[in-house]
């Protein structure tokens, strides 16, 4: 019972810490684009999710070390590199993740933006400062999640989408965009949000070659669960979008499920986007500073004060010079390479036997892996230069 609550907090750790402010506002927007058709990017996103995930999780989980101490086994700094790529890009995605909680507060409450995102910053830090705080921040988790499904499942019913067309243009699209293929990728398992999990259940003692069915489940479990938000939310979008509605271009989330449901769908994506930000809060700081306790005794026994002091900066930040978007834009880039350099990694320490011993990794899990490396490779370096 302990194993399977530690797998399911850990999936659920790893989909509300994908399911951000950012992830509400891309899906809206790209079915604003693509409208029905949308569909078929998610579905094909959820199958190179899959296989960055599944490279991911098993191979950390066989050789039972974090990313960062398998990093430095295969080639000496290149732990610290990936711990620094972490910790930063995390740093700077948890300000946008403390505004998100911030404006769900202001939308429920009409309280100020900093306000509620200092309040919300408390209730995370209050995890934390539990002794229980691995089951806590599971329960956490599992419960926002559900509730974020079951709110965008209410305002899918009230829009009223083609249901019909959009199974349909989900297998048969009219039309496609790689970069939102790509873009979709990078948020569901890019930067911090890869290790979310296979962390989480490392620090629940669950690892090795004997656990890999439950880890492989847990894996999927995550995923699944960030492709149901993702596409309840589509539904959502394009039943506002079919009706002839224009979407807010300053707020295009909101602006949905106000749309749909009036002044209660207001509410509700209040409570949606307080729900995807602070589990998204406490899945960047518990991941990031997970990057760094095997670097000195000190770190691993004040882990918890420094998750806390990595959520007090994000917000210290936030509320002195508000959301710093040319910052979250250059990390943004940043985090674009974080998954194809943390996935080579994952699928060279994958062949060798003094990191994962008598393992023998899946080929087909490696032809997809060293597949989801160059195509966001070349879409990283793509959005890094200038148009």
Not at 140 to 164: C, D, N, W
Not at 280 to 309: C, D, N
């Amino acid at each position: 019972m302990k194993n399977k609550n530690a797998l399911l907090g850990a999936a659920f750790l790893m989909a509300t810490s994908a399911i951000g402010p950012g992830f509400l506002t891309q899906t809206t927007v790209f079915t604003q684009q693509l409208a029905a058709s949308f569909g078929f990017v998610i579905l094909l996103s959820i199958l190179l999710d899959i296989g960055a995930q599944l490279n991911v999780w098993r191979v950390v989980s066989v050789s039972r070390k974090p990313a960062q101490d398998l990093a430095n086994e295969l080639f000496f700094g290149l732990g610290y590199l990936l711990a620094f790529l972490i910790v930063i890009g995390g740093l700077a995605f948890n300000i946008g993740n403390v505004a998100g909680a911030g404006l769900g507060f202001e939308v429920l409450f009409g309280i100020d933006v900093k306000l509620g995102a200092i309040i919300s910053s408390g209730i995370a830090i209050g995890i934390f400062l539990s002794k229980e705080a691995g089951k806590l921040m599971d329960n956490f988790a599992k419960i926002l999640g559900f509730l974020m499904i079951l709110l965008i499942l209410y305002v899918v019913f009230v829009s009223q989408p083609p249901i019909f067309e959009a199974i349909q243009r989900t297998i048969i699209p009219q039309k496609f965009d790689a970069l939102a293929t790509v873009t979709l990728v990078g948020g569901t398992v890019g930067g911090y949000i890869t290790f979310a999990g296979v962390h989480r259940l490392m620090d629940a003692g669950i690892s090795g070659e004997e656990n890999l069915s439950e880890i492989n489940r847990s894996a999927t479990t995550g995923i699944l669960v960030t492709a149901i938000v993702r596409y309840l939310l589509f539904l959502a979008s394009l039943g506002v979008v079919v009706a002839g509605m224009t979407l807010n271009k300053d707020n295009p989330p909101a602006s949905v499920f106000q749309l749909a449901a009036g002044e209660i769908g207001y509410k509700i994506f209040g409570v949606v986007i307080w729900c995807a930000a602070i589990t998204s809060v406490v899945g960047a700081a518990y991941t990031s500073v997970s990057f760094l306790r095997t670097f000195h005794p000190s770190f691993e026994k004040f882990h918890r004060q420094i998750i806390i002091g990595f959520i007090v900066f994000s917000t210290i930040i936030f509320v002195l010079i508000g959301k710093p978007v040319k910052i979250l834009v250059l990390v943004g880039t940043i985090n674009g390479f974080i998954l194809p350099i943390a996935l080579a990694i994952m699928l060279v320490a994958s062949r060798k036997t003094r990191i994962v011993g008598n393992y023998k990794h899946s080929i087909f899990l490696q032809i997809i892996g060293w597949l989801v490396v160059m195509i966001m490779t070349a879409m990283a370096v793509y959005g890094f230069f200038p148009k």
